[in-house]
């Protein structure tokens, strides 16, 4: 039975706090639940999942902590069960240092790169590369908070991390080269070679 606090049970003063602090947090759920999900539908159903889940549980929330962290960790556990649900999930053996030794290193990228050219070459990063790329540097969140959320090792996402922006460095060296941008150590190799003058 919840008791009044000032007039207000407290099933509705946490109603409240739920709706300033996760509420307008949904549009970054969604970012996340589209890159998880890859499908409009799914990724609707994967927030509202999340969000109910995050009310049902949010008497255990500390107040003033990072919600976003706290909502995306919810929304990972819930994909994941959702997964598990799905299919008969297999352990295959990690391949990112094969990849590794693949991804040739390229120099940093000139800024006439567009917007949609960074989202072309992300969908060549690997998967598990690309997860943690978007979690550190579009999301924003920490190194320890993406482990939380993969349920890995801090120094396995740091790793993960350098071989994802990596891959995306070499990605988008391409669509640089297609432009005809050339950075100052290419223009360098060329001046020494007499291609440049």
């Not at 050339?182 to 291609?195: L, Y």
């Amino acid at each position: 039975m919840f008791r009044l606090i000032k007039g207000k049970t407290e099933e509705e003063i946490l109603w409240e706090d739920f709706e300033q602090e996760a509420m307008p947090l949904s549009a970054d759920l969604f970012r996340v639940a589209m890159f998880l999900k890859r499908n409009l539908p799914a990724a609707e159903d994967l927030v509202q999942e999340t969000m109910m889940q995050a009310l049902k549980s949010f008497h255990r929330y500390e107040k003033g902590t990072n919600c976003k962290a706290w909502l995306t960790t919810i929304m990972y556990h819930t994909h994941y069960k959702q997964l598990r649900k799905q299919t008969n999930l297999r352990m295959v053996v990690d391949t990112e240092e094969k990849i590794a030794e693949t991804a040739q290193f390229e120099a940093p990228i000139p800024q006439q790169i567009t917007d949609e050219d960074v989202l072309q070459a992300l969908k060549k990063v690997p998967e598990t590369f690309r997860e943690t790329v978007l979690l550190c540097d579009v999301e924003g969140f920490t190194y320890k908070e993406i482990a939380a959320f993969l349920d890995v090792p801090i120094g396995t996402v740091m790793s993960r991390l350098h071989r994802g922006r990596k891959t995306l460095r070499g990605e988008l060296a391409v669509y640089a080269r297609n432009y005809g941008i050339e950075n100052e150590e290419t223009k360098e190799v060329k001046r020494k070679e007499g291609k440049l003058l």
